[in-house]
Structures are given as structure tokens and as C-alpha cells.
């Protein structure tokens, strides 16, 4: 498998959360930079504010069955970037009864671009029973908390001073793919098409956020027996 291309000047920040029994549930957003190359200890103080900041969002929104328990802040720039981390578990505070393990809240992130496929989102683990205008459906003032959340977050980010020369801008959306690339097994011989890496990737500044209303689903939070 080729290596992913560089993508100059963001950086991506890997929030890992307990959901129940599974301890690997992760949320990626990218954030733009400028100014003097991350150093691993301006990293690890980035990881270390965004903790905060997301814990500040998402505390409120999600159950105590539910951990963020750390922060990878990594510089795309290059396969030799830098790298920092933050480790310290916080619970949700939200009262109610919990959620499947695979329901989440999507949060659907708008680009000016338009193209294929060109609907960035991410998948959170937030949200109670008491939160539900139906089975499907987020009730309105859970989708005001989280939107009100949001706002505050951003601008707390928004508020952070620069790290060793290192200044956070908007956050963005990296397109690392542009079609498929047909590989077939050699014992089974049925093919499976594989994402193919573009030489160039495409950053759109993310300019808008909004919760969406309809309860999303990833299954790979809810853990199966063998």
C-alpha cells in the first residue's frame, strides 16, 4: 500500500473516546497552519489545548458511558512530521439513558467546492435516549446544545495564542482520494476496488458546521462476539 501524499500546512488531530466497551472509537478533524515548522512540544501543547476545548464541547452532550480520552495532533507536511499527544480521560456529564453503542451525532461540515463525493462530516459519540424526537431523529434542543457547543469551541480555538511560531487558521477538509484501483485476491479471486491516492490533495476550508438531524450510525462502535 503507497504511502498517503503530503498535505503542507495542516495539521490532523486524531481525538480518541471510550464508547462503553469499545476503547477505539476515534474523530478526525484537520486545522490549517502557518508560520515556523511544528516541533513535537508545540504539538503535544496543541493536543493538549484541544483536549480541553473538546471536552469543554462534548462533556455536556454525551453520557459518562462515554470517555475523551486522548488527543495525536500530526503534521500532514510531510511523512517525517512531527507529532504530539495528550492522554486524560474525561466523562460525559449528560444524564439519560445510553444510546447504542453505534448511534452518533453527524456533524455535517460545508466547503465552497463542489464534487463527488464532496460532503466532509464526522461522527460523534454524543447523545442519550432523552435526546430522541423519535428513533431517527434528534429532538430540537439536544441540536441547539450541540450547535451552541460548537460555536463556543470554535472560537475557543479560535482564541489560541501561537505555539513556538506555530498559528492555527481554519479548520479544513483533506481530499486524499480520486477513484479506485482494482485488486484481486489471489486465494479467492474476488476483487475488491481500493481508494486511490491523488498526487495532489485537495484542502477546502470547512465554512460552515451544523449538526444533522437524523441519528447517524457506525457499527464498528458496537462490538460483536466472535
Known amino acids: 500500500?503507497?504511502?498517503?501524499?503530503?498535505?503542507?500546512?495542516?495539521?490532523?488531530?486524531?481525538?480518541?473516546?471510550?464508547?462503553?466497551?469499545?476503547?477505539?472509537?476515534?474523530?478526525?478533524?484537520?486545522?490549517?497552519w502557518s508560520g515556523s515548522i511544528p516541533t513535537s512540544a508545540a504539538l503535544t501543547s496543541i493536543a493538549s489545548d484541544m483536549h480541553g476545548d473538546m471536552a469543554t464541547l462534548a462533556e455536556p452532550l454525551m453520557n459518562s458511558d462515554t470517555l475523551l480520552e486522548s488527543v495525536t495532533v500530526t503534521d500532514m507536511t510531510s511523512d517525517t512530521g512531527?507529532?504530539?499527544?495528550?492522554?486524560?480521560?474525561?466523562?460525559?456529564?449528560?444524564?439519560?439513558?445510553?444510546?447504542?453503542?453505534?448511534?452518533c451525532l453527524i456533524m455535517n461540515h460545508r466547503i465552497a467546492r463542489r464534487y463527488r463525493g464532496g460532503k466532509p462530516?464526522?461522527?460523534?459519540?454524543?447523545?442519550?435516549?432523552?435526546?430522541?424526537?423519535?428513533?431517527?431523529?434528534?429532538?430540537?434542543?439536544?441540536l441547539d446544545a450541540v450547535e451552541t457547543g460548537w460555536a463556543t469551541f470554535l472560537t475557543n480555538v479560535a482564541a489560541r495564542p501561537s505555539?513556538?511560531?506555530?498559528?492555527?487558521?481554519?479548520?479544513?477538509?483533506?481530499?486524499?482520494?480520486?477513484?479506485?484501483?482494482?485488486?484481486?485476491?489471489?486465494?479467492?479471486?474476488?476483487?475488491?476496488?481500493v481508494p486511490k491516492y491523488i498526487g495532489m490533495p485537495n484542502v477546502d476550508t470547512i465554512v460552515l458546521s451544523q449538526p444533522n438531524p437524523k441519528v447517524g450510525s457506525q457499527r464498528r462502535r458496537q462490538l460483536h462476539s466472535a
Not at 503542507?8 to 462503553?20: D, E, Q
Not at 459519540?125 to 434528534?138: E, I, K, N, S, Y
Request: glycine share 14%.
Open 1 to 32: 500500500m503507497p504511502s498517503p501524499p503530503a498535505v503542507p500546512n495542516v495539521l490532523v488531530l486524531a481525538f480518541g473516546w471510550t464508547v462503553s466497551e469499545d476503547t477505539n472509537a476515534q474523530v478526525k478533524l484537520h486545522i490549517a
Open 82 to 103: 512531527a507529532s504530539g499527544d495528550f492522554v486524560g480521560p474525561d466523562a460525559g456529564t449528560r444524564s439519560g439513558t445510553p444510546l447504542p453503542a453505534e448511534a
Open 121 to 142: 462530516r464526522s461522527y460523534f459519540p454524543w447523545g442519550v435516549a432523552g435526546d430522541l424526537a423519535d428513533r431517527q431523529t434528534w429532538n430540537a434542543g439536544f
Open 163 to 193: 505555539y513556538g511560531g506555530v498559528v492555527l487558521g481554519s479548520f479544513v477538509n483533506v481530499g486524499l482520494y480520486k477513484g479506485f484501483t482494482p485488486v484481486t485476491n489471489p486465494l479467492t479471486g474476488r476483487t475488491r476496488d
